[in-house]
């Protein structure tokens, strides 16, 4: 007889497929999750500050770990990304927006938003 153990397997990476496994998408915390474990009994807008700083995240994380999960061409794309939401953004106009700041190339930059797309980090 066949013992069945279940295994859970965690990642970032959008398109790891592993056969036998089904695929379960987990969000992080919103706004209302956000407030239930704070337990801080603050004004409406002093939490709604508290969520956007943490970044959805129960814990707000700090540059260092920034630092350790990107790199600084992907931290220049995610700043630009959101210094424009809401702008209509096109893959060259980012790289000619950062072109003015770093050292890169179109290439680099496609490889980068694909990366963070891959990694759930942006949507398109």
Request: charged share 25%.
């Amino acid at each position: 007889e066949k013992i069945k153990i279940p295994i859970i397997l965690s990642t970032n990476i959008k398109d790891l497929n592993i056969n036998g496994f089904e695929e379960l998408e987990l969000d992080y915390f919103d706004f209302e999750e956000f407030i239930s474990v704070s337990k801080k009994n603050l004004p409406i807008n002093n939490l709604v500050g508290l969520f956007l700083q943490s970044g959805r995240s129960k814990f707000g994380e700090k540059n260092i770990l920034l630092r350790q999960s990107f790199t600084l061409l992907e931290l220049e794309i995610l700043k630009y990304l959101a210094l424009n939401l809401g702008q209509q953004i096109s893959i060259s106009k980012i790289f000619i927006e950062l072109k003015k700041r770093l050292k890169t190339s179109k290439d680099s930059v496609y490889q980068a938003i694909k990366k963070l797309e891959n990694t759930y980090v942006i949507y398109t």
